[in-house]
Protein backbone atom coordinates (compact mmCIF):
# COMPACT_ATOMS: atom_id res chain seq x y z
CA UNK A 1 0.00 0.00 0.00
CA UNK A 2 1.22 3.20 -0.76
CA UNK A 3 1.11 6.18 2.38
CA UNK A 4 1.03 8.83 0.33
CA UNK A 5 -2.71 8.55 -0.68
CA UNK A 6 -3.46 8.22 3.00
CA UNK A 7 -1.37 10.43 4.15
CA UNK A 8 -3.28 13.34 1.59
CA UNK A 9 -6.33 12.10 2.76
CA UNK A 10 -5.57 12.69 6.31
CA UNK A 11 -4.26 16.07 5.63
CA UNK A 12 -7.35 17.26 4.38
CA UNK A 13 -9.26 16.85 7.85
CA UNK A 14 -8.57 20.51 8.98
CA UNK A 15 -8.39 18.41 13.10
CA UNK A 16 -6.86 21.51 14.77
CA UNK A 17 -6.98 20.25 18.48
CA UNK A 18 -9.94 19.53 19.65
CA UNK A 19 -11.46 19.51 15.80
CA UNK A 20 -11.53 16.17 14.36
CA UNK A 21 -12.87 16.76 11.21
CA UNK A 22 -13.42 13.38 9.88
CA UNK A 23 -9.77 11.94 10.59
CA UNK A 24 -10.12 9.46 12.43
CA UNK A 25 -13.54 8.36 10.72
CA UNK A 26 -11.08 8.42 7.74
CA UNK A 27 -8.65 6.25 9.78
CA UNK A 28 -10.91 3.52 11.20
CA UNK A 29 -12.40 2.79 7.59
CA UNK A 30 -8.81 2.03 6.50
CA UNK A 31 -7.35 -0.51 8.86
CA UNK A 32 -10.87 -1.94 8.92
CA UNK A 33 -10.47 -2.43 5.00
CA UNK A 34 -7.03 -4.07 6.32
CA UNK A 35 -8.75 -6.48 8.90
CA UNK A 36 -8.23 -4.84 12.09
CA UNK A 37 -10.99 -4.21 14.25
CA UNK A 38 -11.24 -1.04 15.22
CA UNK A 39 -12.91 0.48 18.73
CA UNK A 40 -13.81 4.37 18.47
CA UNK A 41 -12.85 5.85 21.86
CA UNK A 42 -14.51 9.47 22.09
CA UNK A 43 -13.55 11.14 25.02
CA UNK A 44 -14.79 14.79 26.28
CA UNK A 45 -15.24 15.99 23.09
CA UNK A 46 -11.76 13.92 21.69
CA UNK A 47 -12.00 11.74 18.99
CA UNK A 48 -9.49 8.50 19.44
CA UNK A 49 -9.38 5.09 18.22
CA UNK A 50 -7.44 1.45 18.95
CA UNK A 51 -7.32 -1.22 16.09
CA UNK A 52 -5.79 -4.79 16.48
CA UNK A 53 -5.17 -7.64 14.20
CA UNK A 54 -3.43 -11.22 14.86
CA UNK A 55 -2.49 -12.59 17.71
CA UNK A 56 0.55 -14.45 17.45
CA UNK A 57 3.94 -13.10 18.70
CA UNK A 58 4.86 -10.12 21.16
CA UNK A 59 1.99 -7.57 20.75
CA UNK A 60 3.75 -4.19 18.74
CA UNK A 61 1.77 -1.00 19.09
CA UNK A 62 2.43 2.05 17.33
CA UNK A 63 0.89 5.10 18.87
CA UNK A 64 0.62 8.28 16.89
CA UNK A 65 -1.97 11.28 16.54
CA UNK A 66 -4.26 12.71 13.98
CA UNK A 67 -4.59 16.70 15.81
CA UNK A 68 -2.23 19.09 14.58
CA UNK A 69 -1.54 22.88 15.41
CA UNK A 70 -3.22 25.57 13.95
CA UNK A 71 -1.82 26.41 10.09
CA UNK A 72 -0.45 29.97 12.17
CA UNK A 73 -0.80 33.52 10.47
CA UNK A 74 1.71 32.93 7.70
CA UNK A 75 1.15 32.71 4.17
CA UNK A 76 1.44 29.00 2.74
CA UNK A 77 2.88 28.72 -0.62
CA UNK A 78 -0.51 25.73 -1.18
CA UNK A 79 -3.60 25.10 1.15
CA UNK A 80 -2.13 23.77 4.58
CA UNK A 81 -5.17 21.45 4.67
CA UNK A 82 -4.81 20.81 0.60
CA UNK A 83 -2.18 17.60 0.50
CA UNK A 84 -0.95 19.15 -2.16
CA UNK A 85 2.34 17.13 -4.10
CA UNK A 86 4.69 19.65 -5.78
CA UNK A 87 7.94 18.58 -7.18
CA UNK A 88 8.15 15.72 -4.89
CA UNK A 89 7.26 17.23 -1.83
CA UNK A 90 3.75 16.83 0.45
CA UNK A 91 2.67 20.15 2.31
CA UNK A 92 0.16 20.70 4.80
CA UNK A 93 -0.26 21.03 8.28
CA UNK A 94 0.74 17.27 10.28
CA UNK A 95 2.79 16.24 7.19
CA UNK A 96 5.77 16.13 9.25
CA UNK A 97 3.98 16.06 12.91
CA UNK A 98 2.82 13.63 12.56
CA UNK A 99 -0.18 12.45 9.82
CA UNK A 100 2.57 11.26 7.87
CA UNK A 101 4.44 9.02 9.99
CA UNK A 102 0.62 7.35 10.69
CA UNK A 103 0.04 6.50 6.64
CA UNK A 104 3.42 5.10 6.72
CA UNK A 105 2.61 2.88 9.69
CA UNK A 106 -0.79 1.81 8.54
CA UNK A 107 0.52 1.26 4.69
CA UNK A 108 3.11 -1.03 6.51
CA UNK A 109 0.89 -2.74 8.58
CA UNK A 110 -1.76 -4.00 5.22
CA UNK A 111 1.16 -5.54 4.17
CA UNK A 112 2.32 -7.05 6.86
CA UNK A 113 1.58 -11.12 8.13
CA UNK A 114 -2.58 -10.90 9.48
CA UNK A 115 -1.63 -13.48 12.23
CA UNK A 116 0.94 -11.18 13.73
CA UNK A 117 -0.29 -9.61 17.05
CA UNK A 118 -0.37 -5.56 16.00
CA UNK A 119 -1.89 -2.61 17.33
CA UNK A 120 -2.59 1.55 16.98
CA UNK A 121 -3.62 3.68 19.41
CA UNK A 122 -4.31 6.93 17.47
CA UNK A 123 -5.45 10.40 19.19
CA UNK A 124 -6.32 13.63 18.81
CA UNK A 125 -5.24 15.43 21.72
CA UNK A 126 -1.80 15.22 21.75
CA UNK A 127 -1.22 18.80 20.67
CA UNK A 128 -3.70 20.33 23.41
CA UNK A 129 -3.51 19.36 27.02
CA UNK A 130 -3.36 15.89 26.47
CA UNK A 131 -6.01 14.83 29.15
CA UNK A 132 -8.93 12.69 26.88
CA UNK A 133 -6.28 11.19 24.60
CA UNK A 134 -3.70 8.82 25.65
CA UNK A 135 -4.12 8.53 29.38
CA UNK A 136 -7.60 7.83 29.05
CA UNK A 137 -7.17 5.06 25.73
CA UNK A 138 -4.20 3.92 27.95
CA UNK A 139 -6.97 3.59 31.07
CA UNK A 140 -9.10 1.48 28.82
CA UNK A 141 -6.32 -0.98 27.49
CA UNK A 142 -5.44 -1.62 30.63
CA UNK A 143 -8.78 -2.11 31.82
CA UNK A 144 -9.32 -4.79 28.99
CA UNK A 145 -6.08 -6.52 28.98
CA UNK A 146 -4.45 -4.97 26.01
CA UNK A 147 -1.11 -3.27 27.18
CA UNK A 148 1.25 -3.51 24.61
CA UNK A 149 4.33 -5.70 24.72
CA UNK A 150 6.12 -2.44 23.07
CA UNK A 151 5.17 0.76 21.87
CA UNK A 152 6.78 2.92 19.00
CA UNK A 153 5.52 6.71 19.06
CA UNK A 154 5.83 7.93 15.37
CA UNK A 155 6.95 11.43 16.21
CA UNK A 156 9.60 13.22 13.82
CA UNK A 157 12.69 11.98 15.80
CA UNK A 158 15.35 12.63 13.11
CA UNK A 159 17.61 15.21 12.08
CA UNK A 160 19.71 15.12 8.92
CA UNK A 161 18.84 11.53 7.58
CA UNK A 162 15.63 9.45 7.88
CA UNK A 163 16.93 7.31 10.59
CA UNK A 164 19.81 8.86 12.20
CA UNK A 165 17.71 9.09 15.78
CA UNK A 166 15.58 6.59 17.94
CA UNK A 167 14.27 8.36 21.37
CA UNK A 168 14.64 6.41 24.06
CA UNK A 169 13.24 8.60 26.49
CA UNK A 170 12.25 12.36 27.73
CA UNK A 171 12.75 14.28 29.89
CA UNK A 172 9.91 16.07 32.12
CA UNK A 173 8.21 19.80 32.50
CA UNK A 174 7.45 20.97 35.52
CA UNK A 175 5.76 24.62 35.30
CA UNK A 176 5.73 26.49 38.84
CA UNK A 177 3.80 30.25 39.23
CA UNK A 178 5.22 31.92 42.29
CA UNK A 179 3.09 34.62 43.66
CA UNK A 180 3.97 36.57 46.17
CA UNK A 181 1.99 39.82 48.14
CA UNK A 182 2.77 42.90 50.10
CA UNK A 183 1.38 46.16 50.47
CA UNK A 184 1.30 48.94 48.16
CA UNK A 185 2.08 52.14 49.02
CA UNK A 186 4.83 55.66 47.82
CA UNK A 187 8.32 54.92 46.51
CA UNK A 188 9.32 58.17 48.49
CA UNK A 189 7.67 56.56 52.02
CA UNK A 190 8.97 52.45 51.73
CA UNK A 191 8.69 52.61 55.46
CA UNK A 192 4.89 52.44 55.15
CA UNK A 193 4.90 50.15 51.94
CA UNK A 194 5.94 46.27 52.20
CA UNK A 195 7.81 45.73 49.04
CA UNK A 196 6.72 42.00 47.78
CA UNK A 197 9.57 42.61 44.88
CA UNK A 198 12.75 42.86 46.71
CA UNK A 199 11.69 39.91 48.69
CA UNK A 200 11.40 37.46 46.10
CA UNK A 201 13.80 38.52 44.16
CA UNK A 202 16.53 37.00 45.94
CA UNK A 203 14.49 34.02 45.69
CA UNK A 204 14.65 33.50 42.32
CA UNK A 205 18.33 34.13 41.99
CA UNK A 206 18.72 31.64 44.40
CA UNK A 207 17.05 29.53 41.96
CA UNK A 208 18.02 30.36 38.97
CA UNK A 209 21.77 29.96 40.11
CA UNK A 210 21.11 26.27 41.72
CA UNK A 211 22.80 23.86 39.54
CA UNK A 212 19.81 20.63 39.88
CA UNK A 213 22.09 18.21 38.53
CA UNK A 214 25.51 17.24 36.63
CA UNK A 215 23.35 14.82 34.17
CA UNK A 216 23.50 11.39 33.39
CA UNK A 217 24.23 8.57 31.18
CA UNK A 218 21.49 9.54 28.79
CA UNK A 219 20.60 12.53 29.70
CA UNK A 220 21.83 16.42 29.75
CA UNK A 221 21.74 18.37 32.85
CA UNK A 222 18.16 19.08 34.16
CA UNK A 223 17.41 23.55 33.21
CA UNK A 224 15.99 25.50 35.80
CA UNK A 225 14.84 29.00 33.92
CA UNK A 226 12.80 31.50 34.95
CA UNK A 227 9.77 32.73 32.43
CA UNK A 228 8.18 35.55 33.64
CA UNK A 229 8.29 38.41 36.20
CA UNK A 230 5.61 40.32 36.55
CA UNK A 231 4.37 43.40 38.92
CA UNK A 232 2.04 44.61 36.78
CA UNK A 233 2.99 48.13 37.68
CA UNK A 234 3.04 51.84 35.09
CA UNK A 235 4.36 53.51 37.41
CA UNK A 236 7.52 54.49 38.39
CA UNK A 237 6.94 55.74 42.13
CA UNK A 238 4.33 53.24 43.35
CA UNK A 239 5.61 50.05 44.84
CA UNK A 240 3.16 47.44 44.25
CA UNK A 241 1.42 45.33 45.91
CA UNK A 242 1.77 42.06 44.56
CA UNK A 243 4.42 40.10 42.14
CA UNK A 244 4.40 36.87 40.16
CA UNK A 245 6.72 34.66 38.64
CA UNK A 246 6.62 31.94 36.52
CA UNK A 247 9.69 29.68 35.92
CA UNK A 248 9.74 25.77 34.02
CA UNK A 249 11.76 23.20 34.81
CA UNK A 250 13.10 20.29 32.24
CA UNK A 251 14.88 17.03 34.29
CA UNK A 252 16.02 14.23 33.36
CA UNK A 253 15.79 10.93 35.60
CA UNK A 254 17.24 11.84 38.89
CA UNK A 255 14.42 14.03 39.80
CA UNK A 256 10.40 13.58 39.39
CA UNK A 257 7.32 16.14 40.31
CA UNK A 258 7.94 14.98 44.09
CA UNK A 259 11.84 16.20 44.92
CA UNK A 260 11.19 19.60 42.62
CA UNK A 261 8.55 20.37 44.50
CA UNK A 262 10.18 20.06 47.77
CA UNK A 263 13.35 21.86 46.44
CA UNK A 264 11.21 24.64 45.36
CA UNK A 265 9.07 24.71 48.86
CA UNK A 266 12.29 24.72 50.84
CA UNK A 267 13.86 27.90 48.76
CA UNK A 268 11.10 29.82 48.88
CA UNK A 269 11.06 29.12 52.84
CA UNK A 270 14.55 30.85 52.79
CA UNK A 271 13.68 33.74 51.12
CA UNK A 272 10.00 34.54 50.76
CA UNK A 273 8.16 32.24 53.43
CA UNK A 274 4.48 34.08 52.56
CA UNK A 275 4.98 33.52 48.57
CA UNK A 276 2.37 31.11 47.36
CA UNK A 277 3.53 28.25 44.94
CA UNK A 278 1.53 26.57 42.39
CA UNK A 279 3.37 23.97 40.49
CA UNK A 280 1.79 21.84 37.45
CA UNK A 281 3.96 18.80 36.15
CA UNK A 282 2.77 18.07 32.65
CA UNK A 283 5.29 14.80 32.56
CA UNK A 284 7.82 12.88 34.78
CA UNK A 285 11.11 12.48 32.88
CA UNK A 286 11.31 8.49 31.60
CA UNK A 287 13.88 6.70 29.87
CA UNK A 288 13.48 2.61 28.20
CA UNK A 289 16.51 0.92 28.84
CA UNK A 290 18.27 -0.20 26.16
CA UNK A 291 17.91 -3.92 25.93
CA UNK A 292 16.78 -6.87 23.42
CA UNK A 293 13.53 -4.71 22.24
CA UNK A 294 15.60 -1.57 21.82
CA UNK A 295 18.21 -3.31 19.51
CA UNK A 296 15.78 -5.26 17.38
CA UNK A 297 14.36 -1.74 16.47
CA UNK A 298 17.65 -0.27 16.22
CA UNK A 299 18.62 -2.99 13.47
CA UNK A 300 15.83 -2.87 11.40
CA UNK A 301 15.80 0.69 11.21
CA UNK A 302 20.05 0.26 10.25
CA UNK A 303 18.91 -2.47 7.74
CA UNK A 304 15.98 -0.94 6.06
CA UNK A 305 17.68 2.79 5.99
CA UNK A 306 21.62 2.11 5.46
CA UNK A 307 21.58 4.45 8.54
CA UNK A 308 22.59 3.34 11.79
CA UNK A 309 20.27 5.69 14.60
CA UNK A 310 21.93 7.31 17.60
CA UNK A 311 19.97 6.78 20.80
CA UNK A 312 18.39 10.01 22.33
CA UNK A 313 16.39 11.36 24.97
CA UNK A 314 16.67 14.98 23.68
CA UNK A 315 13.44 17.46 22.67
CA UNK A 316 10.26 18.38 24.66
CA UNK A 317 7.54 16.03 25.90
CA UNK A 318 5.44 13.92 23.88
CA UNK A 319 2.26 11.05 24.57
CA UNK A 320 5.21 8.55 25.19
CA UNK A 321 5.55 10.03 29.16
CA UNK A 322 2.23 8.12 29.24
CA UNK A 323 3.07 5.13 27.63
CA UNK A 324 6.27 4.95 29.32
CA UNK A 325 3.87 4.04 32.81
CA UNK A 326 3.06 0.72 31.01
CA UNK A 327 5.53 -0.48 29.02
CA UNK A 328 8.52 -0.26 27.18
CA UNK A 329 8.50 2.53 24.18
CA UNK A 330 10.47 4.39 21.95
CA UNK A 331 9.39 7.17 19.38
CA UNK A 332 10.85 7.13 15.69
CA UNK A 333 9.38 9.09 12.51
CA UNK A 334 10.18 11.30 10.12
CA UNK A 335 12.74 14.22 10.22
CA UNK A 336 11.60 17.05 11.78
CA UNK A 337 12.88 19.79 10.26
CA UNK A 338 9.30 21.27 9.46
CA UNK A 339 7.04 20.23 12.46
CA UNK A 340 5.18 23.19 13.16
CA UNK A 341 6.34 25.98 10.74
CA UNK A 342 4.41 27.24 7.86
CA UNK A 343 4.59 24.83 4.86
CA UNK A 344 5.09 22.13 6.57
CA UNK A 345 6.04 19.55 3.91
CA UNK A 346 7.58 15.81 4.22
CA UNK A 347 9.36 14.14 0.48
CA UNK A 348 6.94 11.72 -1.13
CA UNK A 349 10.31 9.63 -1.60
CA UNK A 350 11.18 10.22 2.82
CA UNK A 351 7.15 8.81 3.21
CA UNK A 352 7.67 5.63 1.21
CA UNK A 353 11.10 5.39 2.83
CA UNK A 354 9.30 5.68 6.50
CA UNK A 355 7.09 2.93 5.69
CA UNK A 356 9.38 0.80 4.04
CA UNK A 357 11.24 0.89 7.31
CA UNK A 358 8.54 0.39 9.57
CA UNK A 359 7.58 -3.04 7.92
CA UNK A 360 11.11 -4.06 8.53
CA UNK A 361 10.44 -3.10 12.14
CA UNK A 362 7.23 -5.15 12.09
CA UNK A 363 8.98 -7.91 10.67
CA UNK A 364 11.70 -7.60 13.16
CA UNK A 365 8.88 -7.75 16.36
CA UNK A 366 6.81 -11.07 14.48
CA UNK A 367 9.06 -13.65 16.00
Same mark, same amino acid.
Given at each position: ????? !?? @? ?10 ? =? ?45 ? =? ?15 ? *? ?30 ? @? ?56 ? %??? =??? &? ?11 ? /? ?5 ? &? ?9 ? @? !? ?10 ? &? @? ?8 ? /??? *? ?14 ? %? ?20 ? =? ?15 ? $? ?5 ? $? ?9 ? %? ?16 ? *????? %? ?18 ? &? ?13
Amino acid at each position: MDPLP !LA @QALLRCPSVTPQ =DAGAQAYLAATLESSGFNVTRLKFGAIENLYAERGSTGPHLCFAGHT =DVVPPGSGTWRHDPFGG *VVENGVLFGRGACDMKGAVAAFVAAAAQANQS @QRLSLLITGDEEGDAVDGTVRVLDWLQANGKIPDFCIVGEPTCKVKLGDVVKIGRRGS %LNA =DIT &LTGRQGHAAYPHL /ADNPVHK &LLPALTALAAH @Q !LDEGTAWFEPSS &L @QITSVDVGNP /ARN *VIPPQISAKLNIRFND %LHNEASLSDFLTETLALYAPQA =DLQIHCSGEAFLTTPGA $AVERLTA $AIATASGVTPK %LDTGGGTSDARFIARYCP *VAEFG %LIGATMHQIDECVPVAELRR &LSDIYARIIDCFAA
